[in-house]
């Protein structure tokens, strides 16, 4: 019982300077094909073969696919490490997304990692109820370049009975 | 040069309509909270309602954004960057969206060879026209469609 989940923290207990490794994954070239096919198709993530001539020189994931993934990673952790997001009544909700930049292709085969650091809690109130968290949230490859960058604001639930202080 | 610019200047999508099935679907693999997979849990939750993941609504956008581009003579190669996404509104199930484009007028380079980096302001709207998110990106655009232009 000692220790310190994170789902069992507020808004008001979460450092700035707080980091996480989310995980690794790793692309498949089917996942990359039938995630393009949904979702965003281009034939540099859809056609393995006619990709090979194309400005890419191969397939490569769709960018959205590698935010997907980002944000599996983070549900996936949060299970494990946070008691879960069972009901679902606590999760706050991403509002604001900015400086978000694709730098280098990600390829079949290629194991992604990804990182996540509270830069900032803005002073910002939403419904009462909620506070901003941002976070500054990397992706690196295999070979320790940076593939993806993005600050996120995500609500996070304030310490309720909080003295009446309106 | 191209029919479908508005007076203003925008380019328009078609809609398309987000089954209760895509929902699931997307967020079952990628963004399994329950407010994007299970009705009653949704009801109980900050959104209300069973809605869309906002990676989801944007992976759609682009979507959308790529075939209207093409559709007015501007070939869509890739996404290159997005320096500001605002979701403001949950879609949720049997919503639609679409996209009202506005190019900006400034071109850059592009790091993807072969290409022009074009500017766009991009509002995603449900079907009564209100506006649930909002994105400003750069995307690459065949250089040939630039040649194609000329006289």
């Known amino acids: 019982m000692s220790t310190l989940f994170l789902r069992d923290r507020w808004f008001e207990d979460l450092p700035v300077g707080e980091f996480h490794v989310f995980g690794s994954h790793t692309f498949s070239e089917l996942e990359i094909v039938e995630f393009a096919e949904a979702f965003d198709p281009r034939p540099q993530s859809t056609d393995p073969v006619q990709a090979r001539r194309n400005h890419r020189q191969g397939l490569v994931a769709s960018p959205w696919l590698i935010t997907a993934k980002w944000m599996r990673k983070m549900v996936d952790y949060m299970e494990v490490y946070a008691h879960g997001v069972n009901d679902g009544r606590r999760n706050g909700a991403g509002v604001a997304i900015n400086n978000l930049e694709w730098l280098e292709p990600v390829r079949p085969g290629h194991t992604v990692t990804y990182t996540y650091e509270i830069i900032a809690k803005p002073d910002r109130v939403i419904r009462e109820k909620w506070g901003l968290i941002r976070s500054r949230n990397e992706a690196f490859n295999q070979y320790s370049n940076k593939v993806m960058q993005f600050e996120i604001d995500i609500l996070a639930e304030r310490r309720p009975n909080r003295s009446n202080d309106i | ?151």
């Open chain 2, 1 to 151: 040069m191209t029919t479908s610019f508005t007076p203003s200047g925008h380019l328009n999508s078609e809609p398309l309509t987000l089954d209760k099935n895509a929902i699931v679907a997307f967020a079952s693999r990628f963004d399994p909270q329950p407010y994007h997979l299970d009705s009653e849990a949704a009801e109980q939750s900050i959104f209300g309602g069973l809605c869309a993941s906002g990676w989801h609504i944007a992976a759609l956008a682009t979507r959308l954004v790529s075939e209207t581009l093409l559709q007015n003579g501007h070939p869509f190669v890739e996404m290159i960057s997005v320096s500001q996404l605002r979701w403001s509104q949950p879609i949720f199930v049997n919503e639609q969206i679409s996209v009202r484009i506005a190019l900006d007028a400034s071109l850059s380079e592009s790091p993807i060879p072969g290409t022009r980096a074009q500017s766009l302001q991009v509002d995603v709207c449900n079907g009564e026209g209100a506006e649930v998110a909002k994105m400003s990106a750069t995307v690459a655009i065949s250089a040939e469609s630039v040649l194609e232009a000329r006289p």
